[in-house]
């Protein structure tokens, strides 16, 4: 399979610990994308990357959150110190190639529970 | 920021039927996505829209980017079990963002 993968589908944690999750897109994208999604709701931009550049952050990523993608191919998404108000799906989606402008492919989410 | 409506927020269909949504913006958008989530699935790709009028079909879904570049139509016909699931419209966050700004969703539930 070479689409766009995600590790952990789901995790369940206790408020305070720390969370990451690994995505590996899809081997010729050099465009990486973190989304968040809760119920009810269309996905949210988190941050994106071209290549190991971090290019933007949204509003939405407070401190607690950091992600990276060191070697410009798979990227990790970490949640320190995590609250109730973190559980959500995070997906992650990748696009380059021939692909056209918003263009993205979707791996299958990470499910986060806090509890 | 940008902002997607969709409507309508879910529909109750009968097996067989066409189906029709839509979304509008509150700016114009260069490029319409629509995007289908199966439960616990991320979103998949349908049909890209990138002119204004542009009417394109993938299969049985057909998507059209209106001439105002504020809103676009997703039709769906003769729909089957398998079409069960959210549709979301997406565009481009704009101001020099590369991410995609999604609406809330359609959820179409098809009645045996």
Redesign the interface.
């Known amino acids: 399979d070479t689409g ?1 993968s995600q590790d952990p589908r789901h995790k369940i944690t206790k408020r305070g610990q720390n969370v990451t999750f690994r995505c590996d897109p899809i081997s010729e994208h050099n ?1 990486l ?1 973190w ?1 968040r999604q809760t119920l ?6 988190l941050t ?1 990357f ?1 290549n190991e550049a971090q ?2 952050k ?1 509003r939405l990523l407070s401190d607690r959150f950091s992600a990276e993608r060191p070697k410009g191919s798979f990227s990790t998404l970490e949640i320190q110190r995590t609250e109730q108000g973190d559980s959500a799906m995070y ?1 992650c ?1 990748s696009s380059g190639g021939r692909g ?10 990470s ?1 986060l529970t806090v509890l | 920021g940008q902002q ?1 409506n969709q409507s309508p927020q879910s529909m109750f269909i009968q097996e067989g039927e066409d189906v029709s949504m839509n979304c509008t913006s509150s700016s114009i958008f ?2 319409w ?1 629509w ?1 289908k989530q199966d439960p ?6 349908l049909i ?1 829209l ?1 002119k204004a009028g542009e009417l394109t079909s993938n299969g049985r879904l057909t998507a059209q980017f209106g001439i105002t570049r504020k809103d676009s139509f997703l039709n769906i016909s003769a729909s089957i079990p398998s079409d069960v699931g959210i549709y ?1 419209c ?4 704009g101001g020099g ?9 359609t959820h179409l539930i098809i009645q045996p």
Do not use: C, I, M, W
């Open positions: 766009v465009r994308y989304y009810g709701q269309g996905p949210e931009f994106y071209q290019l933007e949204s997906l989606a056209g402008t918003g263009e993205l492919f979707f791996g299958e989410g499910r | 997607l260069n490029t996505l995007y616990g699935e991320g979103p998949v790709l890209a990138y979301f997406a565009g481009p966050s963002a590369d991410g995609l700004t999604f609406g809330k969703g």
